[in-house]
């Protein structure tokens, strides 16, 4: 299994550019979610799916849209990047969300530059 | 909303045991609590989890209070290579619609000396 993957591994916006960040698991997983990461602070959450056709937004979801028409697939799209968006993003599955437990497996995160 | 507080930073001997505590007073009665670690600047690693029994496994040990009002994550032998971000985690409610997700605080950086 090729666990998480995320491209690009790094990308230079300028302000007003719109891209979508690739993610993709292969282990089935319903759940999947979306972080950024600035420099020095903890993770937050921008949105999440707990299914394909099922999304709901996170802490910070203002300026980001995510749509899951697979189960595989969850990409982040930036409509209007600005610079306040440069950042790390990092994708996430696990199996469910359930209240038992669900090991979240994360990609190896894309760095973001808006400009 | 069940919410974490853990110190910014602690430092460790090498070899040495390392704890590192963390309050979640807030949280509800079917909550787990889960620590994950995140080493430079790869993808965050589940490190261990917890309901209200003490935990252990090849990576540490988690002792949860009896109220569950605090946890401790234990390595017991502290190497360089555990150098890293530990962040204590418990699901918290989102706004729109109550559905519940993981979210990150800014967690403990765990500096471990030679």
């Known amino acids: 299994n090729a666990g998480v993957t995320q491209t690009p591994k790094f990308q230079v916006l300028k302000t007003g550019q719109s891209m979508t960040l690739q993610c993709a698991q292969d282990?089935?997983?319903?759940?999947m979610s979306w972080y950024r990461q600035d420099p020095g602070m903890g993770l937050r959450l921008i949105h999440y799916?707990?299914?394909?056709?099922?999304?709901d937004q996170g802490e910070v979801p203002n300026g980001y849209n995510v749509s899951r028409s697979t189960t595989e697939d969850f990409p982040l799209r930036l409509l209007l990047a600005a610079p306040s968006q440069t950042s790390v993003y990092f994708c996430?599955?696990?199996?469910?969300?359930?209240?038992?437990?669900?090991?979240?497996?994360f990609g190896p995160g894309t760095r973001l530059t808006v400009l | 909303d069940a919410k974490t507080t853990q110190p910014p930073s602690m430092d460790c001997a090498e070899g040495r045991a390392a704890n590192l505590p963390c309050n979640h007073s807030?949280?509800?009665?079917?909550?787990?609590v889960y620590w994950y670690r995140q080493i430079h600047s790869q993808g965050p690693q589940y490190i261990i989890h917890?309901?209200?029994n003490n935990e252990t496994n090849e990576m540490a040990s988690l002792i949860i209070t009896e109220d569950r009002k605090s946890s401790t994550l234990i390595l017991p032998h502290a190497t360089l290579r555990d150098t890293a971000v530990y962040y204590c985690?418990?699901?918290?409610?989102?706004?729109?619609?109550?559905?519940?997700?993981?979210?990150f605080g800014s967690g403990t950086r765990l500096q471990v000396q030679p």
């Open positions: 917890g309901l209200k």
């Open positions: 996430a599955s696990s199996r469910g969300q359930g209240l038992a437990y669900n090991e979240q497996f």
């Open positions: 807030t949280i509800s009665g079917n909550e787990y």
């Open positions: 282990m089935n997983h319903e759940y």
């Open positions: 799916s707990v299914g394909a056709g099922i999304t």
């Open positions: 985690i418990v699901r918290v409610a989102t706004h729109s619609t109550g559905r519940r997700a993981l979210t």
